[in-house]
């Protein structure tokens, strides 16, 4: 048999030391056995040295390469990769021309030599002149001297291709179906090797893009493992808690957000303790030196893989700027408004004056366009009271005053007043007669604005000749107002945008119907001051219905002031 292939320098030879045959031909036999175990556990060494390192394809290529032409003895051959790497490097050739060079990494060259092989598998080639090979490949082969190969195909755990390996020889043997065990056990070895390179390369490059992308991002990035220890500190979590990253990471969250960010422990604290994200919350950061500033804060727990907690992380946006823009923007509504407001109610007491006749008689003509002129003052007067009243909602000066009172007498109080205005377009109103008396702490003059504005829509998009249908529910903890319609109903891609400020559907401005688009972002907004929820389900051309439900109980602490109600009228929007 052929000379035993020399260990790696160094390596102990464990199996050198077992008791001698009797046989000469059982000898040969434990001799065989000796080095293929040796082999084995050379190359195991090898691969468990490449996991100790960095595990580049850089270093694990020519290793896989090395054990591959030990295990066949050659003294020839190549490595090729085929998955896509970021590094030059996706091939290590020992003991071939230059004029191969363009060969190696011809997919087409040896994809029918290796078609069909799976992980690990091996192709031996005795004679490549009788091979699949393209035949001038063949000729660089032969005036090279190479006559046969072993090939062995590269496939990751899932038997996704990989790459391949080729050992070349000047005269070919076979090996005999054992040794083929030991070189497939080389080839997984060198498919186990190849794969966790590959991954380590992906992570790495990903972790460099995932740096880069936490270095430039505006937002603060703050995360924990499981115990609360700083891991993570961005460049924007350095300027807005005025920290550096050496102080932070590592160090308890408690500690690194002592003082002006302390307003944000309790969050990581829920997060961390128990469980518990927050999904967008608004808190006061104030960093040492700087005035306070507003951040908008996510926190989201970090799970393992088996489903437990890894930590947290916590993503803030300074909106400090937006939030003082949003101030200006409600301080100019609100001062616009106002000061429209008065010389309109001037306007309307004189039209008063002049439609009562107190200052003389009026033609019938005369009449009839200073009612068009009271009437379009009206619609002026509930544009800016609507106004004025988002306006002091989102600068949190809407006041509300709570009082036990029945929400059904209200509705049947809305149903009278606009009975006139569904009369004029031959439409239904009516209230459930059976409807029970759903008593319930709320704001009296807010919430009949809330039910005159969506009796209104629904008289407004209703067709002539329709019906508009109001009923109150009561149930232990809640009380319901539902205004149903058989109007032209809304689209489902419209139903987001429903109770945006001055939103109005494509219908509205293409029947002509008026509005002004602030009557449900009135309502919403006045609805979640009560602690309450609307709905609202439609499709349409079949009508909708809205549904307002309010708690029963006292909304005082929810309401955050006492005093007088919205200001305003309670004229549809």
């Not at 969050?267 to 306070?292: C, I, M, N, T």
Request: aromatic content about 6%.
């Amino acid at each position: 048999m052929a000379d035993p292939v020399p260990l790696r320098p160094g390596l102990p030879l464990p199996f050198t030391h077992a008791p001698r045959a009797s046989r000469p031909e059982d000898q040969a036999e434990i001799d065989r056995l000796l080095e293929e175990r040796n082999l084995l556990l050379a190359a195991v060494v090898d691969i468990a040295n490449l996991f100790q390192g960095d595990l580049n394809l850089t270093q694990v290529l020519p290793v896989v390469l090395d054990n591959f032409l030990t295990a066949t003895h050659a003294r020839a051959g190549f490595v090729q990769l085929t998955i896509p790497t970021k590094i030059s490097l996706k091939s290590v050739v020992v003991g071939l021309p230059d004029e191969l060079g363009d060969w190696i990494a011809e997919d087409g060259a040896w994809s029918e030599l290796l078609k069909g092989a799976g992980p690990g598998e091996l192709r031996p080639v005795p004679d490549l002149r009788t091979s699949s090979l393209p035949v001038p490949l063949i000729a660089v082969l032969t005036r090279s001297s190479f006559i046969g190969l072993v090939s062995a195909a590269l496939a990751d755990r899932d038997g996704h291709p990989l790459g391949w390996m080729v050992a070349l020889f000047p005269d070919f043997v076979a090996p005999d179906v054992r040794r083929f065990s030991l070189i497939r056990a080389h080839v997984n070895l060198s498919c186990v090797a190849v794969q966790h390179a590959f991954e380590f390369e992906r992570t790495l490059r990903e972790r460099a893009q995932f740096e880069i992308l936490l270095r430039d991002m505006s937002s603060a990035v703050i995360s924990t493992d499981e115990e609360g220890r700083v891991t993570l500190f961005n460049p924007a979590a350095e300027a807005l808690l005025g920290t550096p990253r050496q102080l932070a990471v590592g160090y308890p969250i408690e500690h690194v957000l002592q003082g002006g960010g302390s307003d944000l422990l309790p969050l990581f604290q829920q997060a961390l303790q128990q469980g518990s994200e927050v999904w967008s919350a608004e808190r006061p950061v104030r960093p040492l030196g700087s005035k306070e500033m507003s951040v908008s804060v996510g926190v989201r727990l970090l799970r393992g893989r088996d489903r437990a907690s890894a930590g947290v992380v916590g993503i803030f946006h300074d909106v400090t700027r937006f939030k003082e823009l949003e101030k200006m923007k409600s301080d100019f509504v609100a001062n616009v408004s106002h000061e429209l407001r008065t010389p309109l109610m001037a306007i309307r007491g004189s039209l008063g004056i002049l439609l009562q006749g107190i200052e003389g008689p009026i033609s019938e003509n005369q009449m009839k366009f200073l009612r068009i002129t009271d009437r379009n003052a009206v619609r002026l007067v509930e544009l800016i009271t609507d106004l004025l009243d988002l306006s002091k909602i989102e600068a949190g000066r809407f006041e509300l005053s709570f009082s036990r009172g029945g929400l059904t007498a209200l509705a049947r109080d809305v149903v009278a007043s606009l009975s006139s205005l569904a009369r004029e377009k031959s439409i239904m109103l009516a209230l459930d007669p059976d409807a029970p008396p759903c008593e319930a702490e709320f704001d009296e003059r807010a919430i009949r604005r809330v039910i005159v504005n969506l009796v209104s829509n629904a008289i407004k998009f209703t067709p002539q000749g329709g019906w508009v249908a109001v009923s109150t529910i009561e149930e232990a903890a809640t009380v319901t107002v539902e205004v149903r319609d058989s109007g032209l109903g809304i689209k489902e891609a419209d139903l987001g945008r429903l109770f945006q400020k001055f939103e109005r559907l494509d219908e509205a401005r293409t029947q002509g119907i008026g509005g002004t688009g602030l009557g449900l972002a009135l309502v919403r907004e006045v609805v979640d001051l009560h602690g309450g929820m609307v709905l609202v389900t439609s499709a349409h051309g079949q009508g909708s219905t809205f549904t307002v439900r309010l708690p029963r109980g006292s909304m005082q602490s929810r309401a955050g002031a006492t005093g007088g109600g919205p200001g305003g009228g309670g004229g549809p929007a």
